[in-house]
């Protein structure tokens, strides 16, 4: 599975540390520090805002939210859009797929690359082919008015 997520903010440190260690996954705090890591928070921002892969490369990128409120009201995703995606448009014809983790199914084909809707402290990881051309590549949360919000930010292909 492309898909990695793990549980859960509220929990004691010691609990999430226990799972890492006996999952025997990959991803964890502390681990190789060119690791691509985007965090979400209840502002409704990205940080950061823009990064840079190489043309055609393998990416891995975690995506997490850091934040504390309810998934329901305060859920993030991080979707990679096609070069010149209208992204407004994205977002509004995403806002009724709640079942669909806020994708239009319609607009599937402007997707490079998504995350199902995080909750407080889980996190995912995607993994994709950059695409071949350099240019810049939106990306976007598009939980129900978080675009329109400024939750966007930029992938550079160099
Ligand atoms: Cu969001």
Redesign the pocket.
Same mark, same amino acid.
């Given at each position: 599975m492309k898909v990695y997520r793990i549980l859960a903010s509220f929990l004691a440190l010691a609990t999430v540390a226990a799972f890492y260690g006996c999952g025997g996954s990959e991803v964890a705090n502390g681990g190789s520090s060119d690791q691509l890591v985007i965090t979400?928070n209840d502002q409704?921002r990205f940080s950061p805002t823009e990064f840079s892969v190489e043309a055609g490369s393998e990416v891995t990128l975690v995506f997490r939210n850091v934040g504390r409120m309810p998934k329901e009201t =305060?859920?993030?995703?991080l979707a990679i859009l096609e070069q010149g995606t209208d992204v407004n448009g994205f977002a509004s014809a995403a806002q009724r797929h709640r079942d669909n983790e806020h994708i239009a199914p319609e607009m599937e084909d402007k997707v490079i690359a998504a995350t199902r809707v995080l909750g407080p402290g889980e996190e995912e990881t995607l993994t994709f082919t950059a695409p071949s051309e350099p240019g810049d590549f939106p990306f976007v949360?598009s939980?129900p008015g978080?675009t329109q919000a400024g =939750?966007v930010g930029t992938m550079k292909v160099e």
């Open positions: 979400g409704m =305060m859920g993030h995703n949360c939980f978080h =939750m």
